[in-house]
């Protein structure tokens, strides 16, 4: 294995997981919020739906995927006729990555809006905040580092996902071969060399984003939590 | 000077568009070796074109043709395989080439302590594990059929230590894993401290043969039937006898 | 008579308790006062528009909030009101600048930067700018949150409990802010206080709430001293309030005079001028019939009988001595003096027995 073939793995693994955290940010984050703030009917059902990917054997996770998005699938024939392709293409990686990220960001969130105290946000509303500055100024500040470190849970899980991908990716070199991936067909290949170098940068990789989360959090102990202020009733 | 290749290699990589010219062939592992080498002469003669390989088992290849995937290529181990793609009309048949053959060895690990000289030794109680991939994958299949055809197939049964594809089952076997494996001929030369304990007869071996052709839905049409057709020419030929591939047999003779 | 400025149709029911509020001022500060559990609270937040199952009628500083007609309501953002919290409430990722600087994200806020700097300079917090609410003492707190809700250019302020999370020697601190804003203010404030020193202090009308219900409106201490609300006030700790200012000072004592020349001496030096509240308990005022002759009470007030009231063993003396002061002594003690509305008497107040409460 080359350098380049080790760059290019690594660049891929990371561009999936970057692309599968970013798109189910958004998505993972509104129910988060939505479970952590409202009551309705059928809400644990809807929270156990979400939890599935997680629990799921990844490999079910991954055949869901390719019956569904798979060219006989249901939005398989809809992407073809919009001449996309989404099976054994990185997109599919990125997907599979997301779809098992998702829970784990759904449920990070969650717990980190159930801990902000609502009344900064009915104060942030007298204040002249529309219900959306609101979120943006003052709940998702606050919960910031729940969010975050959930991200970064679907982020480094997207980086090792590994059963769904291989069913709805392939294991293709230079266009679905994360690292995962590499390591496995590697080893199958007794290739122990190449696969610990896949590893290393697996290592790297998740490390990495690690260190970024705990820089970007600042480590300053009472910054992210309304702890300061609470319980004084 | 690694590590600053790698980081270059990764920037680029990041912004890198799909390539044009660039053929996917998916190949069974046991080509591995050869048909690198067959690529780099290809992309050496197509200026432009690159060839990206994908290899496994022959069977696992076939499922993600067939589940989609943006193959341009197609080698299978064995005849069957591509039968059934085109018989799905996945693959072309009027580009279908055969491009070898080969033949069965029974690898030992270097741990197993009694000499194994013919299919019967295969039932001593020191052969704990035999490894050999699944029936779907053409390895596995062709070794079924010999040890069917001499009679062992069910009493070594339980003794199967199942594997994804040839080179798995070679892997097994060099790292102890597994007592005996049975592998191509070919695979045999990769070894690192198993050995060919034996060659099935002649009359026992089963009939094995590489077929290739290109995708019907390949994104470079021309340059997959390019691809194909140059396997069957005099230099890939070489190549893949150098290999240790047998030159591909007459199909009608089946 | 023009219609009152302040209008409060409110009716609520949950868990139990219900709430049922009608309510007309047009004084600028009112005071509601009631005990704890009273719904004092749910209906300020019922006026900021935060209770959405409530049936309100509220027309505050002269705009209406929610109706006249059924079902017109202002969003809580669209309100103006300035809020400020029982326990401050400082969003804890900000600094104090940020936070008191919060509501200029709305991009409207009336007066802007000079809103900022006004409410800076009068809650004195310019050197606590940098600082997050976790760095701050209870009092400081307690400033900003007052200064996040004026610098946020509201139509009126609402306080809730604004001292009831502080200390007791934090408190005169934070109210002498207050009454400053208070005065220098020119919105109507609703301050809700369960403190009858703050309703006297700060109010210029109390409305007295119990169990949901309004049980007496009027003057502060009119109301707060009347024999109806009596039975609360006093459980709440009513007493005498005086509001004051240095008029001369000493080396260990000061004197101090009310605007309408009550002269008190404090066993404290304090700057001139300085404005000082203090509380004085009835039981602790004596009333002598005849000019004392040498006592230790560093304070003889000449003073007229307004009123008395008896209630079997004990009674109530209201004196005037420049500023009302109410006595409380006992039945026989009047029968002695033979006090009636009218007789001269002298108002004894040792000086430790006055409190400083802002």
Redesign the interface.
């Known amino acids: 294995m080359t350098?380049?073939e080790?760059?290019?793995i690594?660049?891929?693994t990371?561009?999936v997981g970057a692309v599968a955290t970013a798109a189910i940010l958004p998505p993972a984050v509104a129910l988060g919020l939505l479970f952590a703030r409202r009551s309705f009917r059928g809400k644990s059902i809807a929270q156990a739906l979400v939890a599935l990917p997680m629990v799921l054997p990844p490999v079910a996770v991954g055949l869901a995927l390719?019956l569904l998005l798979?060219?006989r699938g249901p939005l398989?024939g809809l992407w073809?006729r919009l001449g996309i392709?989404i099976?054994?293409?990185w997109w599919a990686a990125a997907i599979a990555a997301g779809v098992v990220g998702f829970p784990l960001l759904a449920r990070a969130s969650e717990q980190a809006f159930a801990a902000v105290d609502p009344s900064y946000e009915r104060l942030a509303r007298t204040l002249g905040l529309s219900p959306l500055q609101v979120f943006f100024r003052v709940t998702l500040p606050l919960a910031r580092r729940g969010v975050l470190y959930g991200a970064l849970f679907a982020f480094t899980r997207a980086l090792g996902e590994f059963g769904a991908t291989a069913l709805v990716a392939?294991?293709?070199?230079?266009?679905t071969e994360t690292l995962a991936l590499g390591i496995y067909?590697r080893?199958?290949?007794?290739e122990d060399g190449d696969a610990l170098a896949l590893c290393a940068a697996s290592f790297a990789l998740a490390l990495a984003a690690m260190l970024l989360a705990e820089g970007w959090l600042g480590g300053g102990a009472a910054s992210g939590t309304p702890g300061g202020e609470r319980g004084r009733r | 000077m690694?590590?600053a290749?790698?980081?270059?290699?990764?920037a680029?990589?990041?912004a890198r568009p799909a390539g044009a010219d660039e053929l996917?062939v998916?190949a069974a592992?046991s080509l591995?070796e050869p048909l690198a080498t067959i690529a780099r002469v290809f992309e050496a003669e197509h200026t432009g074109a690159r060839v990206?390989?994908?290899?496994?088992a022959s069977s696992t290849l076939a499922a993600?043709a067939r589940?989609?995937?943006?193959?341009d290529v197609l080698i299978a181990a064995d005849a069957e395989t591509l039968d059934a793609l085109a018989a799905a009309g996945l693959v072309r048949t009027d580009r279908r080439v055969v491009l070898a053959g080969n033949r069965l060895v029974v690898l030992a690990s270097a741990e197993l302590r009694i000499p194994l000289a013919r299919a019967a030794d295969l039932a001593r109680p020191e052969v704990r594990r035999i490894a050999l991939p699944e029936r779907g994958v053409p390895l596995g299949h062709y070794a079924r059929e010999w040890l069917a055809g001499v009679g062992l197939l069910a009493s070594l049964a339980p003794r199967f230590v199942i594997t994804?594809?040839a080179?798995?089952t070679?892997?097994a076997v060099?790292?102890g894993h597994a007592d005996a494996g049975i592998v191509y001929a070919t695979d045999a030369r990769a070894a690192?401290s198993a050995h060919v304990a034996f060659i099935p007869t002649a009359g026992e071996q089963p009939r094995i043969v590489y077929v290739a052709a290109p995708l019907t839905n390949a994104r470079a049409p021309a340059l997959a039937a390019q691809f194909v057709a140059a396997l069957a020419r005099a230099d890939a030929q070489r190549i893949l006898v150098a290999a240790g591939f047998l030159p591909p047999p007459d199909e009608t003779s089946r | 008579m023009s219609e009152a400025s302040t209008q409060i149709r409110v009716a609520l029911s949950r868990g139990g308790f219900a709430l049922d509020i009608d309510a007309a001022w047009s004084e600028r500060v009112a005071v509601i006062f009631g005990p704890s559990g009273s719904g004092k609270s749910t209906l300020l937040e019922t006026l900021l528009g935060l209770v959405p199952a409530a049936h309100a009628r509220v027309k505050l500083a002269g705009v209406w909030l929610d109706g006249p007609e059924p079902g017109v309501r202002l969003r809580p953002e669209q309100r103006r009101l300035g809020w400020v919290p029982q326990d401050a409430r400082l969003f804890p990722h900000l600094t104090v600048e940020q936070n008191v600087r919060f509501a200029e994200a709305r991009g409207d806020v009336a007066g802007g930067s000079a809103a900022f700097s006004r409410a800076i300079e009068a809650l004195e917090i310019g050197d606590l700018l940098a600082r997050r609410a976790h760095e701050l003492s209870g009092g400081e707190r307690q400033r900003v949150a007052i200064a996040r809700a004026l610098a946020s250019g509201p139509r009126a302020l609402l306080l809730d409990e604004p001292l009831a999370s502080l200390d007791l020697p934090l408190r005169a601190r934070v109210l002498r802010h207050l009454l400053r804003v208070r005065d220098e203010l020119e919105i109507p404030l609703v301050w809700i206080t369960h403190d009858p020193d703050e309703a006297q202090l700060a109010g210029d009308r109390v409305i007295v709430i119990e169990h949901g219900r309004v049980v007496a409106s009027g003057p502060p201490r009119e109301v707060l001293w009347s024999r109806a609300v009596l039975p609360l006030s006093e459980a709440l700790g009513l007493e005498n309030v005086i509001d004051a200012r240095v008029a001369s000072t000493g080396a260990h004592e000061c004197s101090v005079e009310t605007a309408r020349g009550l002269r008190l001496v404090l066993p404290i030096s304090l700057p001139v001028g300085e404005r000082v509240c203090l509380g004085l308990r009835a039981h602790d005022v004596l009333v002598s019939a005849d000019p004392p002759g040498r006592v230790s009470a560093r304070n003889v007030l000449p003073a007229r009988v307004t009123n008395v009231e008896i209630e079997g063993g004990d009674a109530r003396v209201t004196l005037d001595a420049g500023e009302p002061l109410v006595a409380k002594l006992t039945a026989g003690a009047i029968e002695r003096l033979a006090l009636r509305p009218g007789s001269q008497v002298y108002a004894l107040i040792k000086s430790q027995t006055l409190r400083r409460i802002a």
């Open positions: 350098a380049g080790l760059a290019e690594t660049g891929l990371l561009r390719l798979g060219q398989g073809s392709e099976v054994f293409t392939g294991i293709l070199p230079g266009r067909s080893v199958q290949l007794a | 690694r590590t290749g790698f980081v270059l290699a990764l680029a990589l990041l996917l998916a592992v591995r990206q390989l994908a290899f496994g993600q589940a989609g995937a943006p193959l994804e594809h080179r798995a070679l892997a060099d790292a690192r």
